[in-house]
């Protein structure tokens, strides 16, 4: 038989075979509900109202006196947004195994659910169809007040599984405790290959190739272990087979002192245009890195977008990046504390993240390259005892938003609309919160990037942990593009 299908003429043949069989079974490519229907080829996508979420909201590893929590919301939707039909069932929030019951639960619209507060972090999933699932959104929140690893704040939004990440700011070096973590919510296996990119070029590392990550469980590669001395590292997490979802877990320390514990948030796909939001106004450490996974040097244009507007920050105008590298540029000075914003443009396709450290060098966050806003993005801030600044930016022309804030309950504290000036940042600063909140920002003229940094008090008190943390802003899924029926042509050569 194999011979048989070696000749491209039978080959052929039946591939036309096959695609005649399918498309009178009416197979379809696309995910979700199957759709019988027959349509044309050329078929335009239409929008679908998303009726099914899950999420993946990792954890901390063990060490030290710590608590965690997940926050999560079905928020409420802009007026005569579309959701699924059906009753509103409630969205679980539950440990990975399949068996596992739920510790939390997203009942209604518009409230925020969390899991009970936990001294042993575990990985969540937040998971449901129906009404509730457009736009659902959380966050996981570890706090440790002492120990060798984990001492600070560590929060990052739960992740959508998917098969493409990257991450831009890791290290091997021996100053810090690494860490990429996949999460596989789906009931079979998934294979990723890592990419790793450093200041020396892309590295070979056989270990980083074919990682199995369990069915409803993870995997961990530690960066210590498979890039050892490895500064600045970008990695590119690609699934081969099945979806994971993927954080990478950063432990600071100088020498035998804990200076910090974050999650690293994804970064943008790599392109000739990039934004880097939310850069944290205050004192101490700002390192922009800047990855180029491309077998050409780029040569990469900055432009810092500030609170007074944009400037090309003197003799960092441009920047080059060689091949397959990272560079890592210390913008302190350059940045004077404000609250900003920075675009590069490259003539290669490059990604970054930015690096900022509290003026006492012993926490940090990072944030990400991310995509400009297209709809509605929602953010589930967790308790925090300092002001937190959510950081608006219209790289180009002048741009729009509004935005709200609401409580647990559901109840709007703050709703406002503002211009952002054409290549300047604005920063809306919210006061402090015992209780969770979440976040609405919707772009309504221009180009908008936009996140939110939560930074110490000038003056904190001797026994307060520093809560240093930066969540980006993107735009929530509540709709997705659904094509028409396709048949699978590949099926016929499997």
């Given at each position: ?14 591939v036309?075979?096959a ?46 006196k ?21 009753t ?76 493409d ?51 409803r ?81 780029a ?16 003799g ?33 396709p ?46 180009g ?6 935005f ?90 499997r």
């Amino acid at each position: 038989m194999s011979r048989l299908l070696s000749d491209p003429r039978l080959r052929i043949a039946a591939v036309v075979a096959a695609m005649a069989v399918l498309a009178g079974l009416g197979v379809v490519t696309h995910p979700g509900k199957a759709d019988t229907r027959v349509e044309a080829a050329a078929a335009e996508p239409a929008r679908a109202v998303v009726n099914r979420t899950a999420l993946a909201c990792p954890a901390l590893a063990p060490g030290g006196k710590m608590t965690s929590v997940v926050n999560a919301v079905s928020p409420t939707l802009p007026e005569g947004t579309a959701t699924a039909p059906g009753t509103a069932a409630p969205l679980s929030i539950a440990p990975l195994p399949a068996t596992s019951d739920p510790v939390g639960s997203l009942l209604k619209r518009g409230t925020i659910g969390s899991s009970p507060v936990a001294v042993s972090p575990a990985p969540l999933s937040i998971k449901g169809t129906g009404p509730l699932a457009a736009g659902t959104v959380g966050t996981s929140t570890t706090t440790a007040p002492d120990g060798e690893v984990n001492r600070g704040m560590a929060s990052v939004p739960c992740q959508l599984p998917g098969s493409d990440f990257w991450f831009v700011g890791a290290s091997g070096a021996s100053d810090r405790r690494d860490a990429l973590v996949m999460t596989n919510l789906d009931s079979i296996n998934a294979e990723v290959n890592v990419s790793v990119y450093s200041r020396s070029g892309a590295a070979d590392l056989p270990a980083a190739r074919g990682i199995v990550v369990p069915a409803r469980g993870t995997a961990t590669l530690y960066l210590r272990q498979i890039a050892a001395n490895l500064r600045d590292i970008a990695l590119h997490v690609e699934s081969t087979g099945g979806r994971v979802a993927a954080a990478v877990r950063s432990n600071a320390s100088a020498g035998n002192t804990p200076v910090g514990v974050d999650w690293l948030n994804t970064s943008a796909a790599p392109a000739t245009m990039v934004f880097v939001p939310a850069v944290a106004p205050g004192g101490g450490g700002r390192i922009l890195s800047i990855a180029n996974p491309t077998d050409l040097q780029a040569t990469a244009g900055l432009t810092i977008n500030g609170p007074n507007g944009p400037f090309k920050p003197a003799g960092l105008e441009t920047v080059s990046v060689p091949a397959g590298s990272v560079r890592s540029i210390s913008l302190d000075k350059v940045l004077n504390g404000d609250a900003s914003a920075i675009t590069i443009t490259s003539d290669q396709p490059v990604t970054a993240a930015m690096r900022a450290t509290d003026a006492s060098q012993t926490e940090f966050s990072s944030i990400g390259s991310a995509e400009a806003l297209t709809g509605p993005a929602y953010l589930v801030l967790p308790a925090h005892k300092q002001p937190v600044v959510l950081q608006v930016t219209a790289p180009g022309k002048t741009g729009s938003v509004k935005f709200e804030l609401r409580d647990a309950a559901g109840r709007a504290l703050v709703t406002r609309a503002l211009d952002v000036l054409n290549g300047a940042t604005t920063p809306i600063s919210f006061p402090a919160q015992p209780r969770p909140t979440y976040l609405m920002v919707q772009q309504t003229r221009g180009t908008v990037v936009a996140g939110v940094t939560l930074m110490p008090a000038p003056k904190p008190a001797k026994d307060d942990v520093p809560q240093v943390a930066a969540w980006p802003l993107s735009t929530s899924l509540v709709f997705r593009a659904q094509l028409g029926a396709q048949p699978d042509v590949s099926a016929a050569l499997r």
